[in-house]
């Protein structure tokens, strides 16, 4: 059985422009997001991308013309050859009386009641339900569809599905939480035998997101919305929760099973209504280090409060010993490991895909294991690898090079040199370009479009941030580490691996003046475990860096600048490096170097 994922509408910014505000900073304040294609194949997942990185538009939310394509391509497939198409959205009809039933009954101005309802109408009626998604899917393939082999999989029930196919499809309980769904925020259940159950007593509506809240404080601090929150993480380390916590005293309240609300719902059509209250708990809103660490760390502990409240519930209602942890607020990785480590189940794992980015696999997944025709088909999956994209041969590679004429120069490299000149050239304060193989899905990089550089200079965070990434000073990098060496170098508590970033642990103290540039001012990394399994050629650099420096981890961070996509072909990798202060460059086999102007 083929199923293609999809994810991504055409007119959707346009609407959300046009009816809700979604222009500047609030860009990214819009549904289907993080658009992209997967492929599965007998329950093989053989193809993902996201289609930002083909479009080059940061989160787009267009429909992914260019994934699809790819998938198909790269499989040898055509559109009359797919079974089933998975959407990761279900706004039925049903859905659409619910959000309308939802708005009536809110306290709202009527004026502004009636906008919101003839707002929402209009995105239903111009992307989101289930004929306009076909009309568009059929406008922008030039293959129309099969009404009865689409299946629309309800959002939550996607993110599940994701981390449920990723943990190797055991048996697991769940929490999922993000900004919304098609009416929810949140959800927690269990999925045994790709069945899945939700505990519905303890969803909760879009009026109470904690990824919405969370969007409210990034605006509030000045940074994007739904694209930003990883700032807020970063801040946090600078400084320690307020006693007492205003989140928690006077916005946050919890309840029974797992629930929680504010102390009024989230607005729709006023996304800066909590404003007044932060600034009334927190004083007037100052451009300062030091106010907006405050901010962020009382938000951090609300966020592992309110989370943590919900595993409780969760830990009650079933017996499973498996946690799956899924949806954007799962990125948040300084709260997974808090949240792990004050729960009994025996693991958690947060996917690579646990943002939207995953959708379309785990809508995929949801479409196949419960498709009647797959009913004979094993249903257990190989270790499912991240680098699923897209992958240039070297004829690509040398036509982008010859393109740049003299302004760079390289050497084609064995796959032995790779490795012995790359890890030479760390033993310096230098920041090199890694470039391999498949493009991983998701939004971190994980190793084949990465940024590397040597964690023992304590200013290589600042040469990155300000020269290379054009990002703020205070934002911290990641240390990627064999998963053997980890817990020599890491607090890990009872994790023994990492290897997508989703998770943040304490460095060992020994440890902090051989990796500062990996340790953040509190004192902890986000930690990237790696394998040979896994990615062979990096794992074989970084023990060829450690035998020359015993410097046992190597700086992380993705191969793009502020605000762009992380690069996905050859010629995106050249012209981040000649754009940036970037000194090497590793394309597959070639080490690229730029060549100075004369004078």
Known sequence: MIVLGCNGFTRVSEIFAEHFGAVGTERHYLLGHDAGASLLVDGELVAAVEEERLNREKKTSDFPIN???????HAGLQFSDVDLIAIPWDFSAEVLDGMLSDITSAPMEPAAKQDLLRNISELFAGAVSHDAILADFAARTGFTPDPDKVVFVPHHLAHAMTGYYMAGMKDSAFLVSDGRAERFSSMIGEIRDGR????????????????????AITRYLGFVPNNDEYKIMGLSGFAEPPAPNPFLEHIVELHEDGRYTFCRP???????????????????????????????????????????????????????????????????????????????????????GASDTGIVIGAAVHAWSNHPGSAGEEKSVPPVTPYLGPEYDDLTIQQALRELGDRVAWSCLSDDE????????????????????????????????????????????????????????FRPFAPLVLESDAPKIFDMGRKTRSPFMTFVFPVRPEFHDLIPGATHVDGTSRVQTITDQDTPRLAALLRRFTALTDVPCLINTSFNVAGEPIVCTPDDALNCFLGTEIDYLMLGNYLVTKVKASR
Not at 301 to 318: D, F, G, N, W
Not at 426 to 455: C, D, F, Q
Request: with cysteine.
């Open 67 to 73: 994934s699809v394509k790819w998938c198909l391509d």
């Open 266 to 352: 989230l607005e729709t059509d006023n996304p800066r209504s909590f404003e007044p209250l932060f600034e009334q708990y927190f004083g007037p809103v100052q451009d300062t280090l030091e106010y907006k660490a405050r901010v962020a760390s009382a938000a951090q502990e609300m966020l592992t409060v309110v989370t943590s409240h919900q595993l409780r519930a969760l830990e009650a209602k079933t017996d499973l010993n498996h946690l799956l942890f899924e949806g954007g607020v799962a990125l948040n990785c300084l709260n997974n490991t808090p949240l792990f480590e004050g729960s009994r189940f025996d693991d958690m794992d947060v996917s690579f």
């Open 196 to 215: 899945i159950r939700v505990f519905d007593e303890s969803t909760i509506g879009a009026e109470y997101s904690m990824g919405l809240l969370f969007a």
């Open 418 to 473: 790779v490795i012995d000149q790359a890890a030479e050239l760390l033993t310096e304060k230098v920041v090199i370009g890694w470039y391999e193989g498949r493009i991983e899905h998701g939004p971190r990089a994980l190793g084949h479009r990465s940024i590397l550089a040597n964690p023992k200079f304590p200013d290589i965070k600042d040469i990155i941030n300000t020269k290379v990434k054009h990002r703020e000073p």
